[in-house]
C-alpha cells in the first residue's frame, strides 16, 4: 500500500520511547521528516544519534514540555519556519501516565494531556491548513472503559481527548484538515510501563495478559502502523474515527 507520506513534515510529542519511539521511525520509514521532543536532553540527543547512525532517515529531537505552552508554541513555530510555514502531520503522543487518583495527578494530567494537545494543536492549526494535513492523538482504552486505572484522571481525561478529537475531525473537515484518535490497549515495552509491571507484579502482568483475547500485549509498531495508516492519504476518507489497537480487549460494541 502507498502512502503517500514521503517528504510529508511529522511532528511527535514524546518521541524518544515506547510508542512515540516507534511512530518516528515507521514516519521515517516512509521518508517523512520527523521533528520529535520529549523532556530528557540527553534521551533527544541520544535518540538523533541512534537514527543517524542507522541512517532511518531526516529526524530533528528537541527539548520541549508539553505541559509548558510557550514552549510548545515555540518549538512549533520554528519547525514551521524551517519548512516554509509547512507542517503535513502532527502526532500528540504525550500523557503523563499519572494514574492514582490525587489532585496532583488531576493538575498534571489536564495540564499535560488535554490541555497540552489542545496547545499543540493550537499551535500547528494554521499551519495544517496550509497542507491539508492532519492530527493523530494517542488515546487509550481506558477512555473508553472502566479498567484497572478507575478511579482516576487518566482515563478520565484520555475520553475528553476522544471527544475533543472527534470534534475536531467533524470541524475542520470542511477546511480540509482531518484529526483521529488511536487507543492502544496495553502495549509492552521491556524498559516501559508494561515491561516495569511484569518485574514487579508478576501474577497482575500474567492476569492482563491472559485476559487478552490474543494472549498477549501490544507492539509499539502495531501502534504506529495504526497511526501511519490515519496520517496517510490511504485514509482521506477518515475524520473523527477513534482507532482501537488492543487485541480485542475492550468490551464496549463500537458504533
Ligand atoms: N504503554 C501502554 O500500554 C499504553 C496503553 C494505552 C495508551 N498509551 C498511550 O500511549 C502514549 C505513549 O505511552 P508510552 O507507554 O509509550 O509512554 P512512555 O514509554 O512513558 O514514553 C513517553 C514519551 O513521552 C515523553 N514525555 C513524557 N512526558 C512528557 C512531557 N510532559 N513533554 C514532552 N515529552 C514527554 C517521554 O520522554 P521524557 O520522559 O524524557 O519527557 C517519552 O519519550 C501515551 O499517550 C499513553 O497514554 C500507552
Known sequence: MQLGLNGKIVLVTGGTKSIGLAIVKAFLQEGAIVHFCS?????????????????????????????????????????????????????????????????ENWDLTYQTDVKGTYTLIEAALPHLKLTKGNIVSISSVSGRYVDFTAPGPYGACKAALLHYISQLGHTLVKDGVRANSVSPGNIYVEDGFWGKIEREMEDFFAKVKGDNPTGRLGTPQEVAD??????????AFISGANLLVDGAVSPAVQF
Open 226 to 235: 495504526a497511526v501511519l495508516f490515519l496520517a496517510s492519504e490511504r485514509a
Open 39 to 103: 523532556r530528557t536532553a540527553a534521551d533527544v540527543e541520544r535518540t538523533a544519534q541512534d537514527i543517524n547512525t542507522a541512517a532511518l532517515g531526516e529526524a530533528h529531537g528537541a527539548v520541549v514540555d508539553v505541559s509548558d505552552a510557550d514552549s510548545i508554541k515555540t518549538w512549533v513555530n520554528t519547525i514551521a519556519e524551517k519548512h516554509d510555514g509547512r507542517i503535513d502531520v502532527l502526532v500528540s503522543n504525550v500523557s503523563a501516565l499519572a494514574v492514582p487518583n490525587t489532585h
